[in-house]
Nanobody
Framework: QVQLVESGGGLVQAGDSLRLSCAAS????????MAWFRQAPGKEREFVAA????????YYADSVKGRFTISRDNAKNTVYLQLNSLKTEDTAIYYC????????????????????WGQGTQVTVSS
C-alpha cells in the first residue's frame, strides 16, 4: 500500500505562487506515474498535471500550462506542484495520485488509472 500526504495549500491572492508537496510512504513510488488533480466546488475532479516515473516527461492541462510545473524527487519519494500566476479559478482541493506502472505507458490522464490518492490540500485564490 502507498500512502500519499499533500501539503502546501493555503489562501493566497491572485498572481501569487504556491508549492504543493506530496509525500509518499509505504513503498517507493519511483516507478509510478504521479499526477495532480483538482476539484473545485460544485465541479468534477479534473486532471492538472502528470509526470513520468523518471521525471523526464511532464504533461499539463491546457488551463495550467505555462503557469504550473510538476516535478519529482524519487530519492525523497515526493512529488511537487509549483503553482505560479495563480488565478481565482485555480481555487480547488488539489489531490496527488500514484499510478502503478503499465506496459507502454509513461503517464495517465484519467483518474481511473491511478491507484492511490491523497486526502487533498485546499488552495484558495482571492481576487
Amino acid at each position: 500500500q502507498v500512502q500519499l500526504v499533500e501539503s502546501g495549500g493555503g489562501l493566497v491572492q491572485a498572481g501569487d505562487s504556491l508549492r504543493l508537496s506530496c509525500a509518499a510512504s509505504g513503498r517507493t513510488v519511483s516507478s509510478y506515474s504521479m499526477a495532480w488533480f483538482r476539484q473545485a466546488p460544485g465541479k468534477e475532479r479534473e486532471f492538472v498535471a502528470a509526470i513520468s516515473w523518471r521525471g523526464a516527461n511532464q504533461y499539463y492541462a491546457d488551463s495550467v500550462k505555462g503557469r504550473f510545473t510538476i516535478s519529482r524527487d524519487n530519492a525523497k519519494n515526493t512529488v511537487y506542484l509549483q503553482l505560479n500566476s495563480l488565478k481565482t479559478e485555480d481555487t480547488a482541493i488539489y489531490y496527488c495520485a500514484a499510478g502503478l506502472p503499465k506496459v507502454g505507458r509513461s503517464w495517465y490522464r484519467s483518474e481511473n488509472e491511478y491507484d492511490y490518492w491523497g486526502q487533498g490540500t485546499q488552495v484558495t485564490v482571492s481576487s
